[in-house]
């Protein structure tokens, strides 16, 4: 049975720390949450996609407050409303718009740290899946949100992956009616995804942040050098004064001030696209209203994307499926398929090292031809990115089974 | 500075990627056209110098269906029964002359839909019999016309009467009028008698052209500068097929029409300039200090 003083004030510390434990809540996930000194600025991406988030989810309730999800007036609720007779309507728009397009490259920098550093095993493997739940919700989410300003792109974007649910030859028409609610995409089908973006998706996401949290907790960050830390011992130096030989820093203040600091660099970054170079987050295609009658001679997906786009499209239907739906699977079975027990950066695993920059270099590739249109030499390009995606991956467990062990713990 | 190396190979590939996917992608996607600058090289220049006077006295030839409000003269009919008559409102001439080149309009006067690239079923008919009458005509429209459009009465004069731009009010009969509902029932009647005639308009419009023109308001940001440029001066060698005819305006011509396209489709372009160097002010303030802030907390742990 817990004491509770009877004359503790109300609010006070005591009294709080009573019924909340706070300072308990304080040592535990702040103070005394030991992060290793043997960092550099990769390390921040977390904090910058949370704050990342944090930008997407306040200028989405600005924008939510005068979108109307109607057919009729969506298109004119964005592009006239929001930009021309809400005060500083534009500025949420466009901060919305690239921070969208942005949190997906901070996502793609936070993974392949993730993937070169080896930060998946050995106790990380929930870390590395909670991660990738995420990056599925947060695809969820700008696709979704694509959707709404009922733009060319929107609609028939949504028209083609929409189709995908028709599963090539099976064609489960009628699951794709019922997913649209409706035989083409209308009223139903923007009310759902309004429904999906505003509310379903980003309370799932804030669930899927505490979890990806939650996950680091007990297992710890990882560092440079993949080395394994005793954060107790450590955490006595720390204590002690050793701050020198300790290898280990409290997430508050000492690891918060540099994340500050890589984060003050990233917003100068993020505003210089907000004010001078947003188009690239704003497609053409999607200032020309939707029109069911009229498709877009080149229908493609927004960058973030392509990638998975290009490994569907150079194959016949069904195997472009199967394949595109290898994809979007096998990044979540990396702690799984890499067999080598080495926690250590890629540069100094052998042939894991060619593995991961050829990986890096073909997801570029077919990232640029999944862009393109499908016509020579691009398409042939793209053919051979995206059976190199597949035979990388094939090929994962066979190389790493054989690796040598890095180092002597 | 190991970092500043990690931070090296970061900013390269996603530069290599913004690279492909951005500039080198919407170079293959779209054909390059390279414009005349408004110089319309197909055309001959007549050779014939044009008077005033006399294109005043031929000027009965155009205000049978145009009017010139400038001059007092009203078009005969509204834009409503003209555009049962010839599927389109003629333009009001008043200000032709300072956005039409005039070696274009001598031209097009004689052979309306060839000049214009047009679809045979054109609604002007040729209206000059020679060159002379055509070159007296233009020479009256830009003696008459004002000495700078502003780039509202510059769209008017050149698209308004296919093209509504409803961001900025207008419609392909005239600008949306400012009218007041009864309050007790809540009805515009003159509102929606407008919105009548409109859509009895673009009716016979639609049916005129095919299709009904597109509304400009965003056209700015849908297509590019260069795209809008090369497509008005030259529709057919951009989207072959096209229904819209070549139009004839000048350069001038085409940066006002140009100016009036961005004012509604990116009006916060000018409070998008002013805010930009503060707010990025801030987070160089911010991130000098908290530069501060990292360096003293970091300071004796290496």
Sequence with gaps: MAHFDPNAKPFSHKWMNERLGVDTLKRVLSTEYWIPKNINFLWAMGMVLAATFGVLLISGIFLLMYYVPTTKEAFDSVNFTIMSQVG???LWRHIHGVAASVVFLIIYIHMFTGIYYGSYKKGRELIWISGMLLFVSFSAEAFSGYMLPWGQMSYWAGMVITNLFSLGSLELNGLVEWIRGDYVPGQAFLSRFFMLHVLLMPLLIIGLIVLHFGTLRLPHVNNKDGEEIDFEAEAEKWKAGQRKEAKVIPFNPVFLSKDVFVMGIYFIFFFYLVFYHFEFAMDPVNFDPADGLKTPPHIYPEWYFLWSYEILRPFSKDIGLIWFGFAQVIFMLLPFLDRSPNVAPANKRGPFKIWFWLLLIDMIGLTIMGKLPPIDPWSQFGTVFAYTFIALWIAL?????????VGGK | MKELKVLAVVVFFTLVTYWGVEPFAHSQMHKHVEGHDFAYPDINASGVKGNAANGKNLIAACTGCHGIESQGMKAPMDALASSAAYGVNPPDLSNAGAVFDEKFLIAFMQNPAHTAKAKPNFAMPPSASSAQDAADIAAYLKSIAPKEVTPKEAFVTACGRCHADRYGKWTQIGDVPKTKSNIKTGNDVELAQFKINLAKYQDKLASYMGKL????????????????????????????????????????????????LESTGDPSKAERERVGPWVLLYFVIFTLLAYGWYKSQWKGLK
């Excluded at chain 2, 090369?230 to 100016?259: C, I, N, S, W």
């Design chain 1, 397 to 405: 467990p066979f190389i790493t089974k054989m690796e040598k062990p």
């Design chain 1, 88 to 90: 500083y309507g534009w």
């Design chain 2, 213 to 260: 023109p597109p509304d400009l308001s965003i056209i700015s940001r849908a297509r590019s500068e260069h795209y809008l440029k090369t497509f008005v001066e030259d529709p057919q060698a951009v989207l072959h097929g096209t229904a819209m005819p070549r139009v004839g305006v000048t350069k001038e011509g085409f940066e006002k029409v140009y100016a009036y």
